[in-house]
C-alpha cells in the first residue's frame, strides 16, 4: 500500500533551518511528483512546492522563493524540504502529498510534520 | 494567484440530513484539455487531509457515494446526501490549474 512517511517533530529558533524528509512506498517513487503543503495553527492549507521525483525539476510558490528547497533521493525513495532563515510564524504542520497525474490531486499524504519556531 | 473561497465556515449538521458546500474560485479553473482543476479534501480532527473529489466530480477511490461533486468555471458544490457522524471535520477546496495552488478557508462541519 502506498505510504508517505515524514520525519519527527522540529524545534528551531528563529533564523534557523529546518529539514523534513518525506519516505515513500508502495509504488514507483520516481513516477508521481511530491509535493509540500503546510498548515499554520488555525490556518488553511498552504501550498509550498513540489518537485518532479524523476527528474528532479522543482516549482516554488513565489512566497518561499529564497528560503525554500525541496530536494529528492531516488535511491532512498525520500524527498526532502529545507526551510531557512525561520520566523516565528513558520510554525505550522508540514505535510508532504502524492500528485496523481490522471487525477490532477493529491491522492495520498504524509503524516505530517510539527515545526515550532520558537526563542 | 487564484483566490478560493468557500461558504458556510461553519456548518451544524443532522445526521442522516443533506448537506452542501460552496467554494468559489476568482477565475475559471477550466482547462484547455476540458476538465475542471477543482479536488475536494476532508481534514478530520488530528489527521492529514484525504482526498474526496477530484476534476470537480469525480469521487475519489474507496470515497462512499454519499459524496458527490459538481460545478462548472468557477462555482462549485460538494453535497453529502445523509451525513455520518464520523464526516465531521474541515472541508477544503482547492484549485490545481496553476501554480501556487490554491485552498479555500474550509468548512467546519459539526454535528448538531
Known amino acids: 500500500q502506498v505510504q508517505l512517511v515524514q520525519s519527527g517533530a522540529e524545534v528551531k529558533k528563529p533564523g534557523a533551518s529546518v529539514k523534513v524528509s518525506c519516505k515513500a512506498s508502495?509504488?514507483?517513487?520516481?513516477?508521481?511528483?511530491i509535493h509540500w503543503v503546510r498548515q499554520a495553527p488555525g490556518q488553511r492549507l498552504e501550498w509550498m512546492g513540489w518537485i518532479n521525483a524523476g527528474n528532479g525539476n522543482r516549482k516554488y510558490s513565489q512566497k518561499f522563493q529564497g528560503r525554500l528547497t525541496i530536494t529528492r533521493d531516488t535511491s532512498a525513495r525520500t524527498a526532502y524540504m529545507e526551510l531557512s532563515f525561520l520566523r516565528s510564524d513558520d510554525t505550522a504542520v508540514y505535510y508532504c502529498a502524492r500528485m496523481s497525474g490522471p487525477l490532477e490531486a493529491f491522492d495520498f499524504w504524509g503524516q505530517g510534520t510539527m515545526v515550532t519556531v520558537s526563542s | 494567484d487564484i483566490v478560493m473561497t468557500q461558504s458556510p465556515l461553519s456548518l451544524p449538521v443532522t445526521p442522516g440530513e443533506p448537506a452542501s458546500i460552496s467554494c468559489r474560485s476568482s477565475q475559471s479553473l477550466l482547462h484547455s484539455n476540458g476538465y475542471t482543476y477543482l479536488d475536494w479534501y476532508l481534514q478530520k480532527p488530528g489527521k492529514s487531509p484525504q482526498l474526496l473529489i477530484y476534476?470537480?466530480?469525480n469521487r475519489a477511490s474507496g470515497v462512499p457515494d454519499r459524496f458527490s461533486g459538481s460545478g462548472s468555471g468557477t462555482d462549485f458544490t460538494l453535497k453529502i446526501s445523509r451525513v455520518e457522524a464520523g464526516d465531521v471535520g474541515v472541508y477544503y477546496c482547492m484549485q490545481a490549474l496553476q501554480p501556487p495552488f490554491t485552498f479555500g478557508p474550509g468548512t467546519r462541519v459539526v454535528i448538531k
Open positions: 476534476l470537480g466530480s
Open positions: 508502495g509504488y514507483t517513487f520516481i513516477n508521481y511528483p
